[in-house]
């Protein structure tokens, strides 16, 4: 049996003033010490605007979907997808002690095909490596689970696009985002914040560097994050990586505040 919804939760208010049930994890205990994924959210939540829609790939307990469903009001949507009952059950009470009503939870992974898989679930308080390849060094138990194709998943779901997508999958970001051809050349394009690591995409067999070309071919430009949410140009020579970065289409970066404040930036000689 999975590890049980522990007995006590601590409710944490988050800096953008949504609260947060921590539990007894890895990333709980960053949570909890503020220092998880700090220049991250700083951006999201700098980016993410009312009536925007967002999928939250990977979202485990819900710390990324508490944040857009917050930000993007009534108006809003939010999808977020988790293929872990347990960690799906940690994102049901986040969302409904904020009492948000914009947020649909999807249990099923994604990929580059449909079908089913096999999802290693961590046993112990590593809860955020779970994947759909065993991640090294932890102890976890298998879970079957379905796989979607997201551009499939869009035409079923009557969503036209997305604005945003935070996508942390494990190492399956290749796969994901093979299965989003459509999205990804289409008249409304997502931003795009994804893990790019090479510890994470090994087990799958191949760099992680091939996020970065992937995307380079569709138009997207990477960029790194700084700790107050702004942007810089990213290295996409380098052959290995190891964080999260912004993917940005070329046609949506002009009049863009984060956008504006980079070319200041770059200007006073704060070049990457």
Known sequence: MLRAFPSALIPVRLPFGAWWLAGH?????????????????????????????????????????????????????????????????????????????????????????????????????????????????????????????????????GLEGADFIKLDVEGAELGVLRGAKSLLSSARRPVILAEVQDVRTKPWGYPAAEIIRLLESQGYQWHDIMEDGSLKPLDTTASEYDGNFVAWPEERKKGTDLFQETIANLDQGQRP
């Open 25 to 157: 994890g890895v990333l709980d205990d960053h949570v909890l010490g503020g220092d998880f994924e700090s220049a991250e959210l700083r951006f999201a939540e700098r980016y993410l605007q009312p009536g925007m829609t967002v999928l939250d790939i990977g979202a485990h307990h819900g710390l990324y979907s508490v944040l857009a469903a917050r930000r993007v009001g009534a108006n809003g949507i939010v999808r977020s997808f988790e293929p872990s009952p347990r960690e799906r059950r940690f994102l049901q009470r986040n969302l409904e002690i904020n009492r948000f009503r914009n947020v649909r939870v999807e249990p099923f992974a994604l990929g580059s095909e449909a079908g089913s898989a096999e999802l290693h679930v961590v046993t112990d308080g590593e809860d955020g490596c779970n994947s759909l390849r065993a991640p090294v060094g932890v102890k976890t138990q298998k879970v079957a689970v379905a796989v979607k194709v997201l551009d499939e998943y869009l035409r079923e779901s």
